[in-house]
């Protein structure tokens, strides 16, 4: 069924147009909305899109950024483009820089402070301990204070230990690797000693038991009033790496105490614009800890709103563009959706742990729509793109018995199996 398309309406402005942003642009455009897109300056491969308007390499220096994206507005005159951000790294650029972006772009952000208390590990602790939302055990750590092996004394182990902020710098060190995983205090020491040399904070938090299936999330947008314009709810099938990665396939899964609690915990740090809370349910308890909530930017299941009954980005694009929002197309069915790259790596690293359960893996793709990331014929080359790399990742693993990137993590093994008697 095709979709409404809008006549003449304003832009949006994506920063940046990969990953999740690459595929909300895609989604928007069925729409007829242009799409200006911003890239890293590193190599992608939504660098070969054709679905933006436009497509620029987002410059280094704020006073650039700024010049560039008024000089690009201009052509879309006299409409007021809608700024939407993918990328937390992009957060201080726009505080920085709000009152004259505020002036030519739509978009709604939080106050900084309000931002910092849910970006702030610290901060977010105490907001937790206030308003009585469970949370793991954590600290925060920085290159600004010594460690010493009393720093993790009394500390649940294992523990999860990742970067504040995934830059540049630790993707181009770690790539996908998004957290390491620690036994003891000594082995927590040695292992932030050594990431602190690529990043400047780290958090160390309380590992939850419990496979990736107990992994569930909401994704909503908040008006400044704290209305909820939609909220959507699912869970993590696999992530990549397994067990504290990022989304490699996710299933719709509503469940009132989820969408309850991250309503309560939003309204009660007043924040606005994309929001979205990730909880884990506890393998032996059964209660659901909040695990990272996120706030001022769409995260990697974003385009999960964006499928079945939900079209929560369009929702907020018409908002902030004061367009109404066209009629839903109706009742579809249940979907899966999978972020094509990152699934095979992560259903191959769980081969490698003798834990991929292959049967149940086809039997979630058969029994459900497929709606992936990348691969879509509204844009044929970066499909075929994706198509190599997965073709890439298995011919890796065929000769060399393992993916990219890989390293055998005992621990890790050791939770894995733990995890499949939960």
């Known amino acids: 069924m095709s979709q409404p398309k809008y006549k003449n ?43 933006a308007s436009k497509i620029c390499r987002f410059p280094e220096r704020d006073e650039e950024r700024v010049a560039l994206m008024l000089r690009l507005k201009e052509e879309f005159a006299p409409h007021k483009p809608v700024l939407i951000l993918s990328s937390e790294a992009h957060i201080p650029f726009l505080y920085r820089n709000r ?25 977010f ?47 181009r060190t770690y790539k ?24 400047d904070r780290l958090v160390a938090q309380e590992w939850i038991p419990g496979p990736d299936r107990n992994i569930h999330f909401c994704l909503t947008y908040l008006c400044r009033n704290g209305e909820a314009l939609d909220t959507v709810c699912g869970i993590k099938l696999q992530q990549h790496p397994p067990l504290f990665g990022n989304t490699a396939a ?15 915990l939003l309204r009660a740090a007043e924040v ?26 769409m995260n ?29 197309p109706g009742m579809s069915k249940p979907f899966i959706y999978v972020e094509e790259g990152l699934d095979i790596k992560s259903s191959l690293d769980y081969q490698h742990y003798g834990a991929m359960n292959w049967k149940e893996w086809f039997s979630s793709l058969t029994s459900r729509q497929i709606r992936p990331m990348f691969i879509s014929s509204k844009d044929p080359l970066v499909s075929l793109l ?14 060399k018995g393992r993916t990219r990137h890989f390293y055998e993590d005992p621990t890790l093994r050791e939770l894995i199996h733990l995890n499949q008697n939960n």
Not at 104 to 116: C, D, S, T, V
Not at 304 to 326: D, T
């Open 300 to 328: 990697r299941q974003e385009l999960f709103s964006m499928l079945g009954q939900h079209r929560l980005v369009l929702a907020a694009y018409c908002r902030l563009s004061s367009l109404p929002l066209p009629a839903s």
């Open 176 to 199: 996908s690797q998004k957290a390491f995983l620690a036994r003891s205090p000594t082995e927590a020491l040695n292992l932030c000693r050594r990431l602190l040399k690529t990043a």
């Open 9 to 51: 309406p304003p832009p949006v402005f994506m920063l940046e147009m990969i990953d999740q942003g690459y595929a909300i642009a895609r989604e928007l455009a069925t729409y007829g909305i242009p799409i200006v897109g911003f890239l890293p300056q590193g190599p992608c491969i939504e660098s070969h899109s054709r679905i």
């Open 99 to 123: 009152k004259v972006l505020e002036t030519h772009f739509a978009f709604e952000l939080p106050e900084e402070g309000k931002m910092q208390t849910m970006l702030e590990k610290d901060l």
């Open 125 to 171: 602790s105490a907001f937790a301990r206030k308003h009585h939302i469970l949370i793991p055990a954590s600290l925060e750590l920085s290159n600004k204070q010594p460690l010493t092996s009393e720093t993790f004394e009394g500390q649940p182990f294992p523990m999860v230990v990742k970067p504040k902020i995934r830059d540049h710098n630790w993707k």
């Open 386 to 399: 994706t198509l190599a790399g997965v073709l890439k990742h298995l011919g890796y693993y065929l000769f």
């Open 272 to 297: 606005c614009g994309f929001c979205s809370v990730e909880f884990k349910q506890h393998a032996q308890n059964g209660r659901f800890y909040v695990i990272e909530p996120t706030v001022g930017r």
């Open 250 to 264: 996710a299933i719709s899964r509503e469940v009132d105490e989820v969408t309850q609690e991250t309503l309560r």
